[in-house]
């Protein structure tokens, strides 16, 4: 009889550790997805506001064009980036992308400082401000999104619940950064 009792505790003990093995890996997978549908997400709205400034850019040059004629080299590596930026298929892509619009833009408003009739523009005026609330937006949703892709990596990368993420091919997300340190300085975007 007792050792009925003692192979019944056995199986029981067996039974809960099991139970508390699963739900573990059941709570570590769902914050995972969970973690991983918040950069997802995060990204997304990266990307709804960077959609915005990709619209406003071809306004901005059209109006450029009209006061810098001669100017057709600086405005085409503009609309070349914009491209660029809008064709990316990954987040490293993007972010290359991205930096090469930077620099651009940054040509952009250097060559507009030459031409005061367009510094008093109100169609530009009202771009430029346009453009400026879209940088700063572009810069908290790059903030937000680096902050959920640092939380979910971490969370796959620390032990125990990296043994889950391996097992279910969770993988690493990039960070959004800029390579070139020139590229670190937002374009200025006052005349």
């Not at 640092?150 to 969770?170: D, G, H, M, Q, T």
């Not at 690493?172 to 374009?187: C, W, Y």
């Amino acid at each position: 009889m007792a050792g009925w009792k003692i192979a019944l505790i056995v199986v029981a003990a067996v039974l809960l550790l099991v139970i508390a093995v699963v739900s573990y890996i059941i709570a570590v997978y769902n914050a995972l997805v969970r973690l991983r549908n918040n950069s997802d997400e995060a990204y997304s709205t990266m990307d709804v506001y960077m959609k915005k400034r990709y619209d406003v850019i071809p306004n901005l040059v059209e109006t450029v064009k009209g006061y810098a004629k001669h100017e057709a080299k600086t405005l085409e590596g503009v609309m070349q980036a914009r491209y660029s930026c809008m064709s990316a298929n990954s987040p490293e892509e993007r972010a290359k992308s991205e930096n090469m619009l930077s620099g651009t833009l940054k040509s952009l408003f250097a060559v507009t400082e030459n031409y005061p009739q367009l510094q008093a523009n109100e169609n530009f005026l009202s771009l430029q401000n346009n453009l400026r609330n879209l940088e700063d937006e572009i810069a908290n949703s790059r903030k937000y999104y680096n902050g959920c892709v640092k939380l979910f990596n971490n969370k796959i990368e620390v032990f125990p619940s990296n043994l889950v993420a391996r097992k279910f091919k969770f993988e690493k997300k990039t960070l959004f950064e800029v390579s070139n340190a020139e590229e670190r300085v937002a374009p200025k975007v006052q005349f």
